[in-house]
């Protein structure tokens, strides 16, 4: 479904889209499978780039919020049997600490407009409809690109007669197709559990905690509704999970879970080592030996001279 509030994002996709496939038409075969593989690739990226400093900004919300975990188990402690105060506590300590529950939120609602642009752009190419600023052109060339022998628009439940009409064997593009929804399933899980594992770990008694291990369960299930999806659209979303799965292993390699001490202060952590720096670590062998201890300088102190031999004088 088109919206017509969106029309703007629309054009804006279709045109970054024309640009990128432009600069690989110059090297590659405008038509070519990779060409546009590349394209779609290169939107993704561009697109999460934009909107990297959300989720600097969801992250180190979140990281307060887990410092904070501590003074809220107590505040829910102390006022389990009043939950509109226990609730109005919280927020007040959260407020008071800058940090902000809904910033998760942010790259989700951010990512949601273009994901509906992308998907009704590709869909109006996949329909052979050549709207949104792109050319007749352009959309042929989407038309007749082959990714591992499955059309670039096709999904799942094309009729067979229409995966035909795109040049592809039937079976081949079933095949590709659920591949890639699978990658997609599961890219997806990895990418909720990641997110979760760590929530889980830092607040055990988390009364959302089960809730998490069901979202964790059944995020994957989704990523099925893809099935109905245009090939273009599945490897965005593929694409888009791989760079959320690095992203936030960056992030939390660098930022590692706070610790307390008795009173619930934030200890300060050390950071992991990135990948990196694990790889330029030279290995126990390669290690230069310790250099030997220094020796110690003994001073040789001269002995005190009794009176009678400093003066010179005989005893009698």
Known sequence: MELSWLSWLYEAVAFVITWIHRGYSTFLNPDSGLAWMLTIIT?????????????LKQMKSSKKMQ???????????????????????????????????????????AQFPIFISMFTVLQAMANGRAVYGMTEELVRSARAAHIFGAPLPANFFMSDTDILALNAGVVQTKIILAIFVAISSLTTFLTVRQSVTRSMAQMPDNPMAQQQKILMWISPLFAFFSLNFPLGLIMYWVTTNVWTLGQQHWFYSRNPMPEFDAKGNVVPAKPKPGLVAKLRKSTPEEEAPPPPPEPKIIRNQPSRQSRSKRTGSKKS
């Open 43 to 55: 939107l993704t990226v561009l697109m999460r780039i934009l909107i990297f400093p959300l989720f």
């Open 67 to 109: 410092e904070l975990a501590p003074k809220v188990a107590e505040l829910r402690k102390r006022y389990k049997n009043d939950k509109q105060r226990m609730n109005q506590e919280v927020m007040a300590l959260y407020q008071g600490a800058g940090a902000n529950p809904l910033g998760g939120c942010l790259p989700v609602v």
